[in-house]
């Protein structure tokens, strides 16, 4: 299932009802920084997280009709909806704590428009931020965030 213009992937995820999930590449250096930057910005715990590769995320992805290969973009899964891309990100944005959601003006820019610019970026991750060897061990003080 392909999203279009700026609408979400519509099938039903009671698993999302706990709050939002991210999903993202766990050998990605770029990624592993992203949530990182979410943990220490989300002081409510709002947010979960899964590897895509793990077989959580690969559950999801099969779930919102997504390719399980397409390791190439954050997918963050909420309200029943997926989001990927420039979309996902935005919306990551709005929910971490302050000065994060001033970001979210941005989603009045096309979102095709914007995702010219992620994608460049996400095909230049490993080459600018590297590629781990295996997908990160959460520290005991959130590992209960993280899906396996």
């Not at 397409?70 to 963050?76: Q, Y």
């Amino acid at each position: 299932m392909t999203m279009l213009a700026d609408e979400p992937n519509a099938t039903a995820a009671p698993d999302d009802a706990a709050g939002p999930i991210v999903l993202y590449d766990g050998v990605c250096g770029l990624c592993d920084r992203s949530v990182q930057l979410i943990l220490r910005n989300d002081r409510r715990g709002r947010f979960r997280f899964a590897a895509l590769q793990s077989d959580a995320g690969r559950a999801l992805l099969e779930r919102f009709g997504l390719p399980p290969e397409a390791l190439d973009s954050v997918v963050l899964v909420e309200g029943g909806h997926a989001w990927r891309k420039s979309r996902a990100a935005l919306r990551i944005a709005r929910r971490m704590d302050a000065p994060w959601p001033l970001l979210w003006p941005l989603a009045i820019v096309p979102r095709p428009v914007a995702d010219v610019f992620y994608d460049l970026l996400a095909k230049n991750r490993y080459r600018i931020f590297g590629k781990l060897d295996a997908c990160m061990i959460p520290p005991p003080e959130v590992r209960a965030r993280f899906l396996s």
